[in-house]
């Protein structure tokens, strides 16, 4: 099974700022990362597939990179409304495996 | 634009049964694959089973081999998690999801339900 990392498991930081979350996968996954948002009670929305593929209506603050066993999730300026867990998923192979998930909070 | 709706979750005792529900509505069901994502009190995601659109392909996580079986009824727009055997650890809230696969074979979870809840207790 591939494994997924996360850093860090949890961060405050003020509105404005840049928030960068990496996710690590234990063998190549080229570019089959997604990445999740998590509210309180609410079901995860996808924000970003394929590594750095932004979804529709999602704002252009969220940005993702990376290829291979690396990923980079990035909140360009943190909003309050940005408060969340945010998850890495690999679809490269089943298990379909979730990373274990960043808590973002303001601080 | 598919919207997701479970329904089914409870309070089980340990051992017992239950089945969950996943009704779609707005877009072709029957053309998308679908999984079944649970997540603890507290805990991240994990993700529990997928079927494609034809029922040809079906998987597991390996803690549900055996226990849980996935199907669905593409005439009813409905996806289903039969749970057998359950434990203490299968509390959780169960999400199903679509799967939106692209051309290149890549895919993300696009759409997902509001979620059921499944507590296992005596």
């Known amino acids: 099974d591939i494994q997924m990392t996360q850093s860090p498991s949890s961060l405050s930081a003020s509105v404005g700022d840049r928030v960068t979350i990496t996710c690590q996968a234990s063998q190549d996954i080229t570019n089959s990362l997604n990445w999740y948002q998590q509210k309180s009670g609410k079901a995860p929305k996808l924000l970003i597939c394929?590594?750095?593929n932004l979804e529709t209506g999602v704002p252009s603050r969220f940005s993702g990179s990376g290829s291979g066993t690396d990923f980079t999730f990035t909140i360009s300026s943190l909003q309050p409304e940005d408060v969340a867990t945010y998850y890495c998923q690999q679809l490269d192979s089943l298990p379909f495996t979730f990373g274990p998930g960043t808590k973002v909070n303001i601080k | 634009e598919m919207q997701l709706v479970e329904s089914g979750g409870g309070l089980v005792k340990p051992g017992g049964s239950l089945r969950l529900s996943c009704e779609a509505s707005g877009v072709t069901f029957s053309t998308y694959s679908m999984n079944w994502v649970r997540q603890a009190p507290g805990k991240g995601l994990e993700w529990v089973s997928s079927i494609s659109s034809d029922s040809a392909y079906i998987y597991y996580a390996d803690l549900m081999k055996g226990r849980f079986t996935i199907s669905r009824d593409n005439a009813k727009n409905s996806l289903y998690l039969q749970m057998n055997g359950l434990r203490a650890e299968d509390t959780a809230v169960y999400y199903c999801a679509r799967i939106r696969m692209a051309a290149d074979g890549s895919g993300a979870f696009d759409i997902w339900g509001q979620g059921t809840m499944v507590t296992v207790s005596s």
């Open positions: 394929d590594a750095s």
